[in-house]
């Protein structure tokens, strides 16, 4: 034998454990205002998606105020949902997400060690391929929202509906297309003549976009859509084009607002 090996194995005993972690409500500030766009500012936006509802502190109740339509990893680009009139520095919170944590509980094992193989590296080989393979994922939100102010005063009592919907379609066909949109509706009662008479007074198209990747880091852009790296710009309808070295990246754009 060219190869003369002792492999002791022992039994590995796993159990899997599920804890629920709720955090408090994350703590942000207003940073940026303009006429359509409120930017929050977080340490981390790590457990925020486009689509979720922020709030603000109310007679010590968190009341919605704010929905996210873009974000990046410390800011989020919001549409107001009421007339709430902001200023910078204002607190706003965000409602952490229930995540179910996995906790892997392992015995040690000693391990073979044993000579490379070809079927080693084969499988290797394979993994690294389907790695690179172009997927494609589809994910979507649709929601439904209504808002109402009730008063035993002569103040007038209001109602407020909103429909949003969004949508990430990743690698459309195994492809290198790839679409985005998210698109809010909302009337108040007693208003729908002026929908009816001007559309845009309750349609809102925050991104509706298509993308086209070149390669992992080379990518153009083309529609109504809001770049995260320069989000104070807010929406631009037109071309975009990114170039990514490493953690430095570049691009053009030419549109209009």
């Given amino acids: 034998m060219r190869y003369l090996i002792a492999v002791f194995v022992l039994v590995i005993l796993g159990s899997s454990l599920k804890a629920q972690t709720v955090d408090e409500p994350e703590e942000g500030s207003v940073s940026f205002i303009t006429s359509q766009n409120v930017y929050v500012k977080f340490k981390t936006t790590e457990n925020i998606a486009v689509g979720d509802t922020l709030f603000m502190s109310q007679d010590g109740k968190l009341v919605p105020v704010l929905t996210v339509i873009n974000l990046s990893s410390i800011s989020c680009v919001c549409s107001p949902i009421l007339n709430q009139t902001f200023a910078v520095a204002d607190k706003i919170f965000a409602k952490p997400k229930k995540i179910e944590k996995p906790i892997e509980i392992i015995t040690p094992a000693t391990v073979a060690i044993l000579p490379p193989t070809s079927g080693i590296t084969d499988s290797i080989s394979d993994e690294k391929a389907s790695q690179k393979a172009l997927k494609q994922n589809i994910s979507g939100r649709a929601?439904?929202?209504?808002?109402?102010?009730?008063?035993?005063?002569?103040?007038?009592?209001?109602?407020?509906?909103?429909?949003?919907?969004?949508?990430?379609a990743r690698n459309i066909n195994n492809s290198k297309f790839s679409a985005e949109t998210y698109i809010s509706f909302a009337h108040k009662n007693g208003e729908w003549d002026e929908i009816q008479n001007n559309i845009n007074k309750g349609l809102k198209i925050y991104s509706l976009a298509f993308k086209y990747d070149f390669d992992p880091n080379t990518c153009l852009m083309l529609g109504r859509k809001i770049n995260?790296?320069?989000?104070?710009?807010?929406?631009?309808?037109?071309?975009?084009?990114?170039?990514?070295?490493?953690?430095l990246s570049f691009g053009l754009f030419a549109g209009t607002r």
């Fill in 143 to 168: 929601a439904v929202s209504a808002y109402s102010n009730f008063s035993n005063t002569p103040a007038d009592q209001s109602s407020r509906m909103r429909y949003t919907f969004s949508m990430n």
């Fill in 228 to 247: 995260a790296k320069i989000s104070n710009v807010g929406a631009i309808d037109g071309v975009q084009f990114e170039k990514k070295f490493k953690a």
